[in-house]
């Protein structure tokens, strides 16, 4: 069995800041860039959609790690926050983009020592994709697709 699978989605630009994004067969996931116009239906920004995935992938892990050693979870909750270096879109040579921390504060209530809990949170976040993937960088290939009938 091979580990490696790919996943697929497709983006569409929609009006303003817009994109809509098809991911199989799931409803589509309106991602929105706040641009100062004021918008009456605002969707999640390209990071809080990153801050998301980070939080459903711990929240699984630790889940699953409860229940292979019998802990019973009576609530599980994670806040996430990140802080991001911003630059004008007109900057020539732009500074650095993106996230500069993450801090990821995990409240469990359960029946377990607090060592325990924390060694659930500790693992969750080691065998996390999207934990591996902010943590360590991923090749990035981006590029323009070949010219379709012309």
């Known amino acids: 069995m ?5 996943l697929r989605s497709r983006t569409v630009a929609g009006s303003r ?6 991911i199989r067969d799931l409803p589509v996931l309106i991602v929105d860039e706040p ?14 959609v990153l801050l998301a ?5 711990l929240t699984i892990g630790i889940r699953a ?12 909750a994670l806040d996430l926050e990140a802080d991001i270096a911003a630059a ?40 996390s994709p999207v934990a591996n993937t902010l943590h360590d960088g991923t090749e990035l290939k981006v590029g323009l697709a070949e010219a379709q009938g012309r």
């Open 65 to 76: 790690g409860a229940i292979a050693r019998g802990i019973a979870l009576s609530s599980l």
């Open 35 to 48: 641009s100062g116009i004021a918008d009456p239906d605002p969707a999640p920004e390209p990071l809080e």
């Open 2 to 6: 091979n580990a490696l699978r790919t």
């Open 88 to 127: 004008p879109m007109d900057m020539v040579q732009p500074a650095p983009l993106g996230l500069e921390a993450v801090r990821v504060a995990v409240h469990i209530e359960a029946d377990a020592p607090r060592e325990a809990l924390a060694a659930l949170v500790t693992r969750a976040t080691l065998r």
């Open 17 to 22: 800041f817009r994109q809509f994004t098809q």
């Open 53 to 57: 995935a980070l939080g459903s992938d």
